[in-house]
């Protein structure tokens, strides 16, 4: 079951750097903040301590919504990468 956001909690939220847009059921992360992340979680950093000094504690959020952001960012870097390395664009050409 997903961790419905109270107006009171998205309010909060939108007022972040790291947050581009908010919704109850959702939030979508700008794209500086994805990069930053992605940068310390490479560097060993741990994705809560990450989200935490952006504003984005894991008891407001829920740790599972900051697993699954990290794993989905993780994987689309993965593929990017590989891309790049076996000479193909981000949309397979």
Not at 18 to 44: C, H, N, P
Request: net charge positive; proline share 1%.
């Amino acid at each position: 079951m997903r961790r419905k956001l109270d107006q009171k909690t998205q309010d909060a939220l939108r007022k972040l750097d790291a947050v581009e847009s908010v919704t109850e059921t959702r939030i979508q992360y700008s794209e500086g903040f994805r990069k930053t992340a992605l940068e310390r979680d490479r560097r060993g950093d741990s994705p809560a301590v990450i989200f935490r000094e952006a504003g984005l504690d894991s008891a407001v959020i829920g740790y599972k919504r900051i697993e699954r952001c990290m794993s989905r960012w993780r994987a689309r870097d993965r593929e990017t990468r590989e891309g790049k390395e076996n000479g193909t664009m981000e949309d397979g050409r």
